[in-house]
C-alpha cells in the first residue's frame, strides 16, 4: 500500500472512532436531561441507542482492521517494520561501538534525576536521542542508580561493548561545540539552547517510510531507542520470564494501569476502576464479534494497593492478573529499592506486552509501556484509550495540527479554524473535541477532532551513510 492509502486509511479508523466520541457524548447530555426532567422513557431509548451505535462503531473499527490486513499489506507492514527497525538498531549500534574509544565524541548523560523509574528511562532516551542527534557515543552514568545501587548494567546490558569510558581531552558543557570530545548533558528541563530535534521531531531521512508504516510516526521513533536501551540482562528476562509463567500470563489480556498515590490532586485526577473498565469491556465486545474469547483477562498495575482487590470483587466476569504486594512496593516510601524495581519492570513488561492498553498518559509509566509497546508490533498506535491526555514527551517541543477542514465556531468555547491553520493542541477531550490555540487567530478553545491532523515535525538528524542500508 503507498504512504497516502495507509494515512487515509488509518484516518478513517480514527473517524470512525472520533464520531463515536462525539456522538456518545452528547447522547450521554442527553439522557441526562431525559432523568433531570424525569422523563425516564427518553433516558431509556437513549439508552438503547447508545447500546446499539457502540456495536454499530464496534463491527466498523473491526472491519477496518480486517481491510487492513488483506491484499497481503499484513505481510508487508511485517517485513518493512522489521526491516526499518533494523536499521535503526544498526545504526545504534555503530554510534555507541566507536572503533578507538579515546577518540570518540562522547555525550555523557547521568541518571540521578530524583523521580520515578519511567521518568528516569525517559531521561535517558532523551539522552539517547541527543546522541544519535549529534553523533556522539552515548555514556550513562548511572553509578548509585537510585533503583539499582549497582548501576544500571545489573539490569540491562550494557550500552556499548567498546567504549564506556566518560573521559577526554576536553569537556564541556551542553551545548560546547563541535570539537569538544566530552559534552555533559542536564536534564531536559535545564536544556539551553534547545536543540530542533528533541523529541517530537522525526528524522527527514527516514520520515517518508515511518509515516508509511506507522500511525503515529513520533512514538514510534522514541520506542526505536527504548528498544535499543531496555535490552535485559539475562538474569532480568529470567525473572521475567519466571513471573509471566507464575502468573499464567496469556493473550488475550488488557493492560490496565491505575496511577494514584502521589499523583491524585497534584498531576492527575482520580478515576474510579469502573471508568477503566468501561474501555476493557469495548476491547473484548470487540474482539468477541470476531472469535470466541474464552477468558476475559486483564493484567492490573498499580501503585494502589487497594485496586486489585476491589476489581475482583467487582468484576467477577474478569480474571485479573497483577500482584497486590508490586503495588505495596510502588508506594511513594517503598518506591526506590530492589524490590521495587523488580515491581515496576514486571509490571511495565506486561503492560506492553498486552494487547490493548487502558491507562493515564499523564503517567510516566504508561507513556513508557505504550512505547515499548510500538517495538512489538508493526504499528501498535492504536491500541490503548488513556483516560486523560494525549501522547506526549515530558520536555518536548510544541505539538502541532494542521487544520485540514475548515470550521465555524458556533458553540461556546469553540474556535474557528481555515484549511492549513496550525494548531498548539494541548489534549484531545474524547468527546469529538480537541482543545488547543489556533495560531493564526490567537485564539484557544475547541475544535473538532476529526478537522484536524498532528503536523510532524520533520527534522535534518544525520543519516548515518556508514551504515548500510
Ligand atoms: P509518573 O509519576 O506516573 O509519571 O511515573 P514515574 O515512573 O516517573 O514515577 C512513578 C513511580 O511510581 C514509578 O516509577 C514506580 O516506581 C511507581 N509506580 C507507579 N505506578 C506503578 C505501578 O503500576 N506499578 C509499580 N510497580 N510501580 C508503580
Redesign the pocket.
Known amino acids: 500500500p503507498s504512504k497516502e492509502y495507509e494515512v487515509k486509511r488509518r484516518a478513517i479508523y480514527r473517524g470512525v472512532q472520533e464520531i463515536w466520541y462525539f456522538v456518545q457524548q452528547e447522547l450521554e447530555k442527553l439522557k441526562k436531561k431525559g432523568h433531570d426532567q424525569s422523563a425516564p422513557e427518553l433516558a431509556s431509548l437513549i439508552q438503547e441507542i447508545l447500546n446499539s451505535g457502540k456495536e454499530h462503531e464496534i463491527v466498523l473499527l473491526n472491519d477496518l482492521q480486517e481491510l487492513s490486513s488483506m491484499e497481503g499489506h499484513d505481510a508487508w507492514r511485517t517485513t518493512e517494520s522489521r526491516a526499518l527497525s533494523d536499521l535503526v538498531q544498526r545504526r545504534l549500534h555503530y554510534l555507541q561501538n566507536p572503533v578507538d574509544c579515546s577518540k570518540a565524541r562522547k555525550l555523557v548523560c547521568n541518571l540521578n534525576k530524583s ?8 531521561h535517558a532516551a532523551y539522552c539517547f536521542i541527543m546522541a544519535y542527534a549529534t553523533k556522539r557515543t552515548l555514556i550513562l552514568n548511572s553509578k548509585k542508580w537510585r ?1 539499582h545501587r549497582g548501576g544500571w548494567e545489573k539490569v540491562f546490558l550494557p550500552l556499548s561493548d567498546t567504549c564506556t569510558d566518560p573521559s577526554g581531552l576536553d569537556r564541556s558543557n551542553w551545548p560546547g561545540t563541535n570539537e569538544t570530545q566530552v559534552i555533559e548533558l542536564p536534564i531536559v528541563d535545564m536544556l539551553s539552547p534547545r536543540p530542533t530535534f528533541l523529541p517530537l521531531a522525526i528524522p527527514r531521512d527516514l520520515s517518508e517510510r515511518m509515516i508509511r508504516l506507522h500511525g503515529d510516526p513520533q512514538v514510534w521513533w522514541i520506542g526505536q531507542f527504548m528498544k535499543y536501551l531496555l535490552r535485559y540482562q539475562p538474569e532480568t528476562q529470567k525473572m521475567l520470564d519466571q513471573a509471566k509463567e507464575k502468573m499464567n500470563f496469556k493473550t488475550p489480556v488488557v493492560g490496565v ?3 494514584r ?3 491524585v490532586g497534584t ?2 485526577a482520580f478515576h474510579s476502576i469502573d471508568e477503566y473498565m468501561l474501555f476493557v469491556a469495548d476491547f473484548f465486545n470487540k474482539l468477541e464479534m470476531k472469535e470466541k474469547v474464552a477468558v476475559r483477562r486483564v493484567y492490573l ?3 494502589d494497593p487497594s485496586v486489585l482487590p476491589e476489581a475482583k470483587k467487582k468484576y467477577p466476569d474478569y480474571e485479573f492478573l497483577g500482584d497486590v504486594s ?2 505495596k ?2 508506594a ?1 516510601a517503598t ?2 529499592t530492589d524490590s ?1 524495581l523488580r ?2 519492570l ?3 513488561h506486561m503492560l506492553a506486552h498486552s494487547d490493548h492498553l487502558v491507562c493515564t498518559f ?7 509501556a505504550y512505547e515499548i509497546m510500538q517495538t512489538l508490533h508493526p504499528d501498535a498506535s492504536s491500541k490503548f484509550k488513556s483516560l486523560d491526555d494525549i501522547y506526549y514527551y515530558g520536555g518536548q517541543g510544541p505539538h502541532q495540527q494542521t487544520a485540514i477542514y475548515s470550521h465555524k465556531a458556533h458553540r461556546t468555547g469553540e474556535i474557528s479554524m481555515e484549511v492549513g491553520d496550525v494548531l498548539g493542541i494541548a489534549g484531545n477531550h474524547w468527546d469529538g473535541y480537541s482543545k488547543g490555540i489556533n495560531e493564526r487567530t490567537k485564539q484557544s478553545g475547541l475544535y473538532p477532532s476529526f478537522k484536524a491532523v498532528d503536523k510532524y515535525n520533520i527534522v535534518d538528524f544525520p543519516v548515518y551513510s556508514e551504515v548500510a542500508v
Open positions: 523521580c520515578g523509574y519511567g521518568c528516569q528511562i525517559h533503583y494501569h491505575v496511577r498515590t502521589d499523583k498531576e492527575a498495575a498499580s501503585d508490586i503495588a512496593g510502588a511513594v518506591r526506590y521495587s515491581g515496576i514486571v509490571d511495565i499523564s503517567s510516566q509509566v504508561c507513556r513508557l
